[in-house]
């Protein structure tokens, strides 16, 4: 009995290096969050728009492959992907939604007005309540949705060309988008 104060602290240490050593195992990306929503339907959301355009809703990604991307005038890396998201909009002419995810719409829209609007809609979500319904981390976040309303991939973090290139359009063209 008295040595059991002394193998708790090595039990929890042999536990600790164990969690460890699975984690960095070869083939397990650390970066990659896994999403309870992949391959469920995405949730129901109606959202205003920005500056009085139409608003985004789930009905709206109804019946095609979509993107959403959930960004916020407030958040540096939704700045530097904002180049990659014009140029997908122009060149590849992907249905691409935005979600302004706890952002004030005249922050939004000054946003969008400075850096050019890629979406086809923007909702507002202001509480940051279809965020949560949608399992977001942080943003910027990126998900696919198909045709049939359902999340099919998650990205978590700033879209790269290499991300969109390797990971994003295979996906959305197999979805026939």
Known sequence: MRRLPYLIPVALFLALVGYFGLALRPGHDPSTLPS?????PAPDFDLAGVAG?????RATLHGH???VN?????CLPCRSEH???MR???QEHVP???IAYKDKPEDAARFLGQLGDPYRRVGLDETGRVGIDFGVYGVPETYLIDGNGHIRYRLVGPLTAESLERDLLPR???LGG
Request: no cysteine; hydrophobic share 65%.
């Open 36 to 40: 309870a929503m992949i391959d469920k």
């Open 53 to 57: 355009a139409p608003g985004l809703s």
């Open 65 to 67: 492959a979509a993107i």
């Open 70 to 74: 959930f960004f916020a005038s407030w």
């Open 83 to 85: 180049p990659l998201l």
């Open 88 to 90: 997908l909009a122009e």
């Open 96 to 98: 691409l939604f935005g």
């Open 172 to 174: 959305l063209k197999a």
